[in-house]
């Protein structure tokens, strides 16, 4: 049998997963929708693998990241967890060896990632505020009646952009409606609004950092050409922009998994087992922690949250 290695990315917004070979190359590859149920997305997606996968291939090693990272490692029983940065900046030299600077945008959060000799030196990540994401986009173009997945070609139509206030997502979409009612062209605003993008997180996310090229930009925004041009007049460099941007951080958790040299091998085959996740809270200390509890077919297989050892639970064995 021939040994493989699956990472996946769990978001808010999306869940990305791939398995790659022992020369960290792709071999299969989903993206879907979470829609609040992380582990109803893993499984659909372990179920489209398990239909795709070539029977000679075993899943040596799981590895997860993302916001629901340990939920998901834990009913996968991963022998990695890590945290975004660390996976997307694996994930993008493999590819990109000499990247110096990361741009992702995601669904509702962003980040920028620096690089150094292959070694993360310093990133930031956006606050609770959505403006400059993917969804920030999506809810401005239902206003507009425009698919978001056109926003990118109608951007680059416009002859003269229009300026939206991007310090804020309330903000912007007054002013949207504002340029809507005085007669802007719908082609200026879609490109002001991906203009706008590009500044909020350059002057938020991107404020203070020393930008270098090669210049990466990962997530599901970086499929909005829109975006790519306006990343491209603001820094004046060229902005790269991998066919599987959208799966770095997976590829990264995989290629972390292989490296651990840990096996434990994972069936695909998990769509008749019932995970559970329950919330307690802790009254052994003043701390009164709201620990997680997952179960697998009803046995407690894993727990968090705790932050002192009394509030540690016993896992079943």
Same mark, same amino acid.
């Given at each position: 049998? =021939?040994?493989?290695?699956?990472?996946?990315? $769990? %978001?808010? &917004?999306?869940?990305?997963? !791939? *398995?790659?070979? +022992?020369?960290?190359?792709?071999?299969?590859?989903?993206?879907?929708?979470?829609?609040?149920?992380?582990?109803?997305?893993?499984?659909?997606?372990?179920?489209?693998?398990?239909?795709?996968?070539?029977?000679?291939?075993?899943?040596?090693?799981?590895? =997860?990241?993302?916001?629901?990272?340990?939920? $998901? %490692?834990? &009913?996968?029983?991963?022998? !990695? *967890?890590?945290? +975004?940065?660390?996976?997307?900046?694996?994930?993008?030299?493999?590819?990109?060896?000499?990247?110096?600077?990361?741009?992702?945008?995601?669904?509702?959060?962003?980040?920028?990632?620096?690089?150094?000799?292959?070694?993360?030196?310093?990133?930031?990540?956006?606050?609770?505020?959505?403006?400059?994401?993917?969804?920030?986009?999506?809810?401005?173009?239902?206003?507009?009646?425009?698919?978001?997945?056109?926003?990118?070609?109608?951007?680059?139509?416009?002859?003269?952009?229009?300026?939206?206030?991007?310090?804020?997502?309330?903000?912007?979409?007054?002013?949207?409606?504002?340029?809507?009612?005085?007669?802007?062209?719908?082609?200026?605003?879609?490109?002001?609004?991906?203009?706008?993008?590009?500044?909020?997180?350059?002057?938020?996310?991107?404020?203070?950092?020393?930008?270098?090229?090669?210049?990466?930009?990962?997530?599901?925004?970086?499929?909005?050409?829109?975006?790519?041009?306006?990343?491209?007049?603001?820094?004046?460099?060229?902005?790269?922009?991998?066919?599987?941007?959208?799966?770095?951080?997976?590829?990264?958790?995989?290629?972390?998994?292989?490296?651990?040299?840990?096996?434990?091998?994972?069936?695909?085959?998990?769509?008749?087992?019932?995970?559970?996740?329950?919330?307690?809270?802790?009254?052994?200390?003043?701390?009164?922690?709201?620990?997680?509890?997952?179960?697998?077919?009803?046995?407690?297989?894993?727990?968090?949250?705790?932050?002192?050892?009394?509030?540690?639970?016993?896992?079943?064995?």
């Amino acid at each position: 049998m =021939t040994k493989c290695y699956l990472g996946i990315d $769990i %978001g808010s &917004i999306s869940t990305k997963a !791939v *398995i790659v070979d +022992e020369n960290n190359q792709i071999i299969l590859s989903e993206y879907v929708w979470t829609e609040g149920d992380p582990i109803g997305a893993v499984k659909n997606i372990c179920n489209t693998f398990k239909e795709k996968l070539p029977n000679d291939m075993v899943i040596d090693a799981v590895g =997860t990241t993302g916001s629901a990272r340990k939920l $998901i %490692g834990a &009913i996968t029983n991963s022998v !990695v *967890i890590k945290n +975004e940065i660390t996976a997307h900046a694996i994930g993008t030299t493999s590819i990109y060896p000499n990247a110096r600077t990361i741009f992702e945008i995601g669904g509702q959060d962003s980040k920028i990632i620096l690089l150094e000799n292959g070694v993360v030196v310093d990133y930031a990540m956006n606050s609770l505020c959505a403006a400059g994401t993917g969804s920030f986009l999506k809810s401005q173009s239902q206003r507009l009646g425009i698919e978001v997945e056109k926003f990118g070609e109608i951007a680059l139509t416009s002859k003269n952009p229009a300026n939206i206030a991007a310090r804020c997502t309330v903000f912007a979409e007054s002013d949207l409606v504002h340029k809507l009612q005085v007669g802007y062209k719908k082609e200026d605003i879609v490109a002001g609004l991906c203009k706008a993008v590009v500044t909020n997180y350059l002057n938020n996310i991107g404020k203070g950092k020393k930008i270098l090229a090669p210049i990466i930009f990962q997530g599901g925004v970086s499929k909005n050409t829109g975006v790519i041009d306006a990343f491209k007049k603001a820094t004046g460099e060229e902005i790269l922009v991998d066919k599987n941007s959208h799966l770095m951080g997976a590829l990264g958790i995989a290629i972390l998994a292989k490296k651990s040299g840990l096996s434990k091998p994972f069936a695909l085959d998990i769509n008749n087992i019932k995970f559970e996740t329950r919330e307690k809270e802790c009254e052994k200390c003043s701390n009164r922690c709201e620990v997680i509890l997952v179960y697998k077919d009803g046995k407690l297989i894993d727990s968090w949250g705790n932050r002192c050892d009394r509030g540690a639970v016993k896992i079943d064995e």
